[in-house]
């Protein structure tokens, strides 16, 4: 469903944020990508999503190649990918409804009607039904980013990223932030993970990257990367963070 291949990217001509990247996602499957800090994992994510636009390399979706260099075009491939980063960028001046109602009128053209009876829908999923006529300025963090969560799914992708989705959030309100998530996993949704949390990425991802200066180290099953690898960079960041 997902092809990325030879992706590279540089900042400023001498930050190689990417280097050479290559992998694939199947439809259904879980992806996350781990690593340190600055090993590149959310230029990648940007680079699919078109956020950033790659010195090199391709990423193909149902194997089409993405031009992001076509405005227009751009717009429309991206609609297949719902994108979650970890500041949930809600309109302040908006309630949920409205921030959940804007893009699927304005980009995909459904009517008022449609458009609210499906944002109703997903704000159930996640549990927030109740909170549809607040600003977010009233709303937790935990409940910022499930809306956050159910404006991705309102234009109904075929593909969710997530970008450290908890990673702003306090401890407490994680936890009702993975279970949206996992609750989109058990639905059979495409998704690549960002993500600290290594122990939701081991419990969903159908495989793991790990990154580092770029590049992919290794990718395998969570079981693979958890307790085969002879990786030391890996073991070494796993013994870290755990
Ligand atoms: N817009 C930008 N301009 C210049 N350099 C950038 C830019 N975005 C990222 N970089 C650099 O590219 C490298 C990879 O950054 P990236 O944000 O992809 O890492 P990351 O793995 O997501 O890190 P983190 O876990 O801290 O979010 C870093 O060295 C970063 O400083
Ligand atoms: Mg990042």
Do not use: W
């Not at 090199?56 to 491939?77: C, H, M, R, Y």
């Not at 075929?158 to 401890?171: G, K, R």
């Amino acid at each position: 469903m997902i092809d990325v291949k030879n992706l590279s990217k540089t900042f400023d001509k001498k930050v190689h944020a990417v280097k050479d990247v290559s992998f694939h996602v199947d439809k259904g499957e879980v992806i996350s990508l781990i690593g340190p800090s600055g090993s590149g994992k959310s230029t990648v994510l940007r680079c699919i999503n078109g956020l950033e636009t790659p010195d090199e390399g391709t990423v193909l979706i149902n194997g089409k190649a993405l031009d992001f260099s076509n405005p227009k075009q751009a717009q429309k491939d991206r609609t297949v990918m719902g994108f979650v980063f970890q500041h949930f960028n809600l309109f302040a001046n908006m309630t949920v409804l409205q921030n959940l109602t804007l893009a699927p009128i304005n980009v995909l053209g459904k009517s008022q009607q449609e458009a609210e009876a499906t944002a109703l829908k997903y704000l159930e999923r996640v549990g927030l039904l109740d909170k549809k006529d607040s600003y977010p300025s009233k709303l937790s963090g935990g409940q910022q980013q499930r809306v956050a969560i159910a404006r991705a799914l309102c234009m109904e992708p075929q593909i969710m990223l997530f970008d450290e989705p908890t990673s702003a959030l306090d401890p407490e309100m994680i936890k009702e932030v993975l279970n949206v998530i996992r609750d989109l996993v058990n639905d059979g949704m495409t998704m690549i993970i960002v993500t600290h949390e290594m122990n939701f990425a081991r419990e969903v991802s159908n495989r793991i990257a790990f990154l580092e200066d770029g590049t992919i180290v290794e990718m395998g099953t969570p079981e693979y990367i958890f307790t085969q690898s002879q990786n030391q960079r890996i073991q070494e960041f796993l013994e870290k963070v755990l």
